[in-house]
């Protein structure tokens, strides 16, 4: 701060930085080079990937990688337009995010109910060990206990989503619930405040955070599950044409379709949930600032 | 005029060996235009008294009774922490205490959000303002609802010596000018000596052991012979009660 105290005294014309405006710059940079190694990292994975195709190492007998098995990203670049072209993959998005909404939908209402119920002893004592195994058991058992129950029933991948997700929405729900403010409230009671907007104006706002969690991480499992129980007993969505490109041997299809998953998966964790928090919770950025 | 009456109340947390008596059998009145401070040592359940009075808690036995001109009291009351909602902005948190969302209403939280000195603050977050900007917040929120009994609990002692003064200051003004009944919950006899007609003293157990009045003409000043006099009767009070030790 010294240096610019000097620099102002002996060039008075020089037009004045604000404090605010070099942070902001200062933050500025740091997120472009941040974001730099981010973009850096995927290019030097596909640049190995393509290398290590090229047909320049007859000396090793042949590439490492062999292109029937594992095509290279450029063929898989266009295989993502040409099926993108055919219209099967916002057809395939669709289905699979369908069943995402229903299943993960019912599962947060169901998790945040036994969560709120399981502020009684009781309720607690009742499912304490069902959340304890839905949180630990690997998705995986359940998709495939539920494809044995329902086979090709949309029902199968309903529950299985639930059964994976529910518990991370009742913990958070219970562990908000329990961290009520009750200075808060007890200030709002001493002002006359009515329980209405006691409950709008702190409640809810209080447990948002707590909600927002459990729904950015039973979102992540329950993805990751759709796609896997599509992939056991389904005749549509993302993880069908996995399949089917799987069992057809169409790599380069297979791959592509990975792509699209991984690609929609880091857009909507990214950009989508990323945008909600900061819209939503600045009060909590100012809190961390301090 | 407001009045507070308080009959045989007792009041008592936990059960068994965890079992606090925070006040007992204490019988008081206070009415008209009073500034009562309450003094004593940690624990002896000043805050309890307060939080009773404003309803939070509810006694275990006895009652208290707050009414202005024959109705229910409004209370308005500054915590010893700020208690700020910190999702919502400053302005927003004097707000939330408001009855309507009128302009007249808005006006007048901006004019008490200038008397603590944070009129260019309102669009700040809670967190972004420092500890004792916080606490004036919460003085200003009290102030705004124009309450007919003002309660603070030790509202001034994390704030820096000129602004608590400033802030005095502006209290007694607001008092004088309106009044209303103030009462005031202080560590500081001194404090306590220059604001108060009336000053109740509290023991170990919630006890009301003392109630002084104090009839020296304002504004006091600390260096005053009259109110040295009263803060030593006070202090010695304080003895007597072998209160100093805590
Ligand atoms: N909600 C509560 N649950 C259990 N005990 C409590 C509760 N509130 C207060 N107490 C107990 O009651 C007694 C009086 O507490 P209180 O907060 O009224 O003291 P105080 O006079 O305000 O003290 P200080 O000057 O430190 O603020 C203390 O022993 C305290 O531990
Ligand atoms: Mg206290």
Known sequence: ????????????????????????????????????????????????????????????????????????????????????????????FQATLTRIAVGFGLSFLIGAMIGILMQSKWFEGFFKDAVLISLSAPGLIWVLITAIIFGNRPLGPTIAIILTTFALVTVNVSEGIKALPKDLLDMAKSFRVSVFKRNRQIVIPHLAPYLFTGLRFGFSIAWKVTVLTEVF?????????????????????????????????????????????????????????? | MAEIRIKNLHKEFGVGSDKVVALEDVNLDITGHSFVSIVGPSGCGKSTLLNILTGIETPTNGTVEITSDGHVAAPGYVFQAARLLPWRTVTDNLMFVQEDRSDDTKKRCQRYLEMVQLGDKGDKFPGELSGGMQQRVGIARAFSIEPDVLFMDEPFSHLDAITARALRRELHHMWDETKKMVVFVTHDVGEAVELSNRILVFAKGGRLEDDIQIDLPFPRDPADDEVAVAKAHVLRKFEELDLLAS
Do not use: H
């Open chain 1, 1 to 92: 701060m010294t240096t610019t105290d000097t620099t102002t005294v002996e060039t008075p014309s020089a037009p004045r930085v604000t404090e605010e405006e070099l942070a902001r710059r200062a933050r500025r940079s740091e997120l472009t080079s941040r974001w730099f190694w981010r973009i850096l990292s995927y290019i030097a994975v596909l640049a190995i990937w393509e290398f290590a195709l090229l047909d320049i190492f007859s000396f090793l007998r042949g590439s490492p990688l062999d292109p029937k098995l594992l095509p290279g990203p450029s063929e898989v670049v266009s295989t993502f337009f040409e099926i993108w072209g055919e219209g099967t993959m916002p057809a395939a």
């Open chain 1, 233 to 290: 007993s389904s005749s549509e969505g993302i993880g069908f044409e996995m399949r089917i490109s799987a069992v057809l041997f169409d790599m380069s299809e297979f791959l592509t379709w990975i792509l699209a998953f991984f690609f929609f998966a880091l857009f909507l964790e990214k950009v989508v949930l990323e945008a909600i928090e900061r819209r939503y919770f600045r009060w909590r950025q100012a809190v961390t600032a301090t």
